[in-house]
């Protein structure tokens, strides 16, 4: 990577802190899937009466409930393992796309500037992919690191012992995260070339 590319990189992602409108929708976002949305899984299924059949027939279907956790560990394991995965993908999608949209839609007015630098087409392209995935990784790698504490501070004070993440937690950071956010700025960028506002292109 060239300077002049982590320079365009740079750039873009102090465009994003700058502008609070987007700044707001990649935190609050992130803030309700991490950390609001799983709270309330965990306290809703806790605090419901153990005579409720269906969520004790889910239970029993898990390989944690066969291994002897108590019912609260078994609810704490189906939370993070079972159903906070295909939430958490909504994150780095919507990061990178608000990201993408800002980048590319939101050069517009200053793509003469940005043509003058030494920088080539491709390697303008390039840095602006990357400012988008990277700020979307980076999203990403803080919702998890948020998300597993709050649920592990919960399983503490409600069970007194700690959860262990899936290794599914590894392919969805590692592959399926890095993916789901190129798909979105593919998807963005190429809805971007008929957009003329930021919000446009991430509608």
């Known amino acids: 990577m060239s300077a002049g590319q982590l320079a365009v990189i ?22 309700v899937l991490t950390i609001i949305v799983p709270s309330a899984f ?15 027939t889910l239970l029993d279907m ?6 002897g956790l108590s019912r609260q ?9 079972n159903i906070m995965p295909a939430f958490f993908l909504l994150i780095p999608i919507m990061a990178s796309s608000v990201m993408a949209a800002s980048s ?9 500037t940005l043509l003058y630098s030494p920088l080539s087409l491709r390697q303008l392209f390039r840095a602006k992919i ?5 700020v979307g990784m980076m999203v990403s ?10 649920l592990e501070l919960e399983a503490f004070f409600l069970t007194g012992e700690l959860i262990v993440p899936g290794a ?13 956010s190129l798909i979105a700025i593919a998807v963005t960028v190429r809805g971007s070339a008929r957009a003329q506002t930021v919000e446009e292109a991430q509608q």
């Open 42 to 56: 965990v306290l809703t299924a806790v605090l419901a009466p153990e005579t409720v059949s269906e969520l004790q």
């Open 168 to 180: 599914g937690w590894l392919a969805v950071m590692l592959l399926a995260s890095p993916a789901m």
């Open 141 to 150: 790698c803080i919702s998890f690191a948020a998300m597993l504490l709050v």
């Open 10 to 31: 740079i750039k873009d992602v102090r465009g994003i802190t700058s502008n609070k409108q987007v700044l707001t929708v990649m935190l609050v976002v992130p803030l």
């Open 130 to 134: 990357l400012a988008g995935f990277s």
């Open 62 to 67: 898990l390989p944690a409930a066969a291994a």
């Open 104 to 112: 590319f839609v939101g050069e517009k007015g200053s793509l003469e």
């Open 73 to 81: 560990q078994a609810i704490f394991g189906l939370v993070l393992n």
